[in-house]
Nanobody
């Protein structure tokens, strides 16, 4: 089992930055692919970024690729999402998700993730 707790959300102005953290417990975390998803009010949850178990491969959604960066520190059992140049359309609840996988290429498909946090809210004011 892997338990995930997100933090770092809040209210920020357009153009500002936030860094989200996903802290994990559970012995298998370092063998996990971890991703960030987000869900805006009234919309489906969507993929944001993912990172494989050792951090050697990452993937970002096209809408955030030049502004967000996912990273991890396995010693701290934490995955980060650095968000820069935020826009009002980035407003959403951001969720961290994990799946035990030593695959090289991390998956973008939410149905493949077994463990989920409760989310942290990000609001970007215009």
């Amino acid at each position: 089992q892997v338990q995930l707790v997100e933090s770092g959300g809040g209210l920020v102005q357009t153009g500002g930055s936030l860094r989200l953290s996903c802290a994990a417990s559970g012995r298998t975390f370092n063998n996990c692919t971890v991703a960030w998803f987000r869900q805006a009010l009234g919309k489906d949850r969507e993929f944001v970024a993912t990172i494989n178990w050792d951090g050697s491969m990452v993937s970002h959604a096209a809408s955030v690729r030049e502004r967000f960066a996912i990273s991890r520190d396995n010693a701290k059992r934490t995955v980060y999402l650095q968000m820069n140049r935020l826009k009002p359309e980035d407003t959403a609840v951001y969720y961290c998700a994990a799946v035990v996988s030593l695959a090289g290429v991390p998956t973008r498909w939410e149905n493949e993730y077994d463990f989920w946090g409760r989310g942290t809210k990000v609001t970007v004011s215009s």
